[in-house]
């Protein structure tokens, strides 16, 4: 009988059973033969159904004690010797020396149940094989009890035989042909129950390989749980009339009635545990696999037992499992197919990704090209410029140039949105400013560069604010056009003087005028240009850092170098938006502080 260190412990077998019955069985099954050990535990019940069938017939038949007791049971102690040592040797008492058997199914139960062979070599046995093992195991209860039948009758023979032929009268047949009949009973219910509850962890273990081989499971049943529980019934019943007639008809001595009581206990009782076990071991076995089946595994029942209403179960069971691993097997490989999906969209998007990188970081190379980083020595003006872009690229573009000595201008332009597309509006702008940089008059500028724009780009929908302003240092003015852009500051020495907007956005109406506005501008003055990025940032409670605060911030350091007004300026900001470090806002930041020398 094989362990869990081997294949499957024999789950039947409670805590006294591993020391005593498993113990036995396997090293009868590992010297002789697994069908030696089979029969030889089964056939116990030859000996309490001879001796019961014996006091039955004792019972009810005119026996004397003198004369007639002892030679009935010296003949019935021989008779069931040679019965059971037949038996045995049926089922494979030689099975090291050759006999393995008297019928083929015995022969290939003991070839590879013998020592657990099946188990440990499992890979090198046949399919076919393995099909013609399970219905050896599914038959050896049935047959078991077959043969112990054939062999309790050659006993009553034998028994008969002896009565004939000492001269004892035939009077006495009809009791023993019904003792006998009462013994058969008892022998062959005790055999199919003891083989079966010992060949039960095989016959599983067989199913479960069968299973995994996809081969047929021809299932079958020769009782019920009911049938056993009658024959359970029945054989109290018979108890209790034999006890009945032994103590009230008989007069038979009390160490004979007691000795029958004790067999009647030995015999019910163990049918009984039988009877108890199979419905304990089924339930464990069903628990397992229900669990075994939540838990993501196979969850199939092979039933130790050949009962019918096991054997019903398990086959609508196992069907009903295998839908589950079926529906479960098709979920996880449309799992698979759709994680490899995924994976694979993800690699797409992650090499998009990567290549969008480099565009991006393309694009900003190319952006910093475009604007000016150091200026070369500008007379009568210094500036100080903080861009900083939300994303890699900005929608913000500046320009400062020096058109003739003493004269600049200063272009800031804000594309609507922010990322790569309002970057490469900036490129489109960039471009058409290039075309009108060198007009004389700014508000014409903004003019030709409305049209242009909208002649070229209309069907972009895209559109820009900006600021052109220049500054005359020999007439200390200056000179500015606005298209849409948002007031801008002209810091003097006793105060700040707003920069206001003078017409409509770049992109928006054809053959828009645009106004130019003249200021004077002393030394020591500072111009300040910005985007509304810089107002339009909000903090976690909405509230806008505003025009009305940057104005604030600016009176209070009037006094100070334009670094150290840009630097409070950041500071503020970054102190609204609830970041130390770095300034967290939604839109494009640019900041031109031009000093006037």
């Known amino acids: 009988m094989y362990d869990a260190g081997k294949s499957r412990q024999l789950s039947s077998l409670s805590t006294i059973e591993e020391y005593m019955l498993k113990r036995i069985f396997n090293i009868l099954s590992e010297k002789i033969s697994f069908g030696f050990a089979v029969s030889l535990f089964s056939t116990t019940g030859s000996w309490i159904a001879a001796f019961y069938g014996f006091y039955l017939f004792y019972a009810i038949s005119p026996v004397t004690i003198d004369r007639d007791f002892y030679f009935y049971v010296t003949v019935l102690f021989i008779g069931t010797t040679l019965a059971i040592l037949t038996h045995l040797f049926h089922y494979g008492m030689f099975h090291r020396i050759g006999l393995s058997g008297l019928t083929g199914s015995v022969r290939i139960i003991n070839a590879y149940f013998t020592a657990d062979r099946v188990f440990y070599e499992s890979d090198e046995i046949s399919d076919d094989t393995f099909s013609r093992l399970h219905a050896a195991l599914i038959e050896f209860p049935r047959n078991n009890l077959v043969s112990a039948t054939i062999y309790t009758i050659m006993v ?93 008809y008989s007069h038979r001595p009390i160490s004979q009635i007691t000795i029958f009581i004790t067999l009647s206990i030995i015999a019910i009782g163990f049918l009984v545990y039988l009877s108890i076990n199979t419905v304990t071991v089924s339930l464990s076995q069903i628990i397992r696999a229900t669990k075994n089946l939540a838990a993501g595994g196979k969850g199939l029942y092979f039933p130790n037992f050949s009962d019918r209403e096991l054997v019903t179960f398990s086959e609508h069971y196992n069907k009903a499992a295998i839908e589950i691993n079926e529906i479960r097997e098709d979920l996880e490989r449309k799992v698979r197919e759709r994680t490899e999906e995924l994976k694979n969209a993800y690699d797409r998007l992650n090499e998009a990704y990567s290549q969008t990188q480099a565009d991006l970081l393309l694009a900003k190379k190319i952006q910093k090209r475009i604007l000016p980083e150091k200026f070369q020595k500008l007379s009568g003006i210094s500036c100080v410029i903080h861009y900083f872009p939300v994303n890699e690229v900005g929608g913000d573009i500046y320009d400062i140039v020096e058109l003739y000595p003493g004269y600049h201008r200063v272009f800031l332009a804000d594309a609507a949105g922010h990322g790569i597309q309002a970057a490469l509006v900036t490129m489109i702008i960039k471009s058409e400013y290039e075309k009108v940089k060198f007009f004389d008059d700014t508000a014409m500028m903004l003019e030709s560069l409305n049209n242009s724009f909208i002649d070229l780009y209309e069907s972009l929908n895209v559109f820009f604010s900006c600021i052109i302003v220049d500054i005359d240092i020999n007439s200390r003015h200056i000179v500015y056009s606005s298209a849409g852009h948002p007031d801008q500051i002209l810091i003097r020495k006793n105060g700040i003087e707003m920069i206001s907007h003078t017409g409509k956005l770049v992109g928006i109406l054809k053959n828009t005028r645009y106004t130019t506005t003249s200021v004077p501008a002393g030394p020591g003055e500072k111009i300040m240009l910005f985007t509304d990025g810089l107002f339009e940032a909000f903090n976690d409670d909405d509230e806008e850092f ?44 640019t900041l031109i502080g031009i000093d006037i020398d």
Do not use: C, W
């Open 546 to 589: 505003g025009e009305e605060r940057l104005r604030k911030i600016i009176r209070s350091e009037i006094n100070n170098s334009t670094t150290d007004l840009f630097d409070s300026i950041l500071a503020n900001l970054a102190q609204h938006v609830g970041k130390v470090n770095k300034v967290s806002v939604y839109d494009d930041i």
């Open 156 to 248: 009553i023979v034998q028994l008969s035989i002896g009565v004939l032929l000492t001269g004892r009268g035939t009077e006495v047949l009809p009791p023993i042909a019904f003792g006998g009949l009462f013994s058969a009973l008892i022998i062959g219910y005790f055999t199919y129950n003891i083989t079966e509850y010992l060949i039960g962890p095989y016959k599983e273990r067989i199913e479960s390989i069968l299973y995994q081989k996809s081969r047929n499971l021809n299932t079958r049943y020769y009782l019920s749980y009911r049938n056993k529980s009658y024959l359970i019934l029945l054989l109290i019943l018979l108890s209790m009339v034999i006890l009945t007639v032994l103590i009230r």
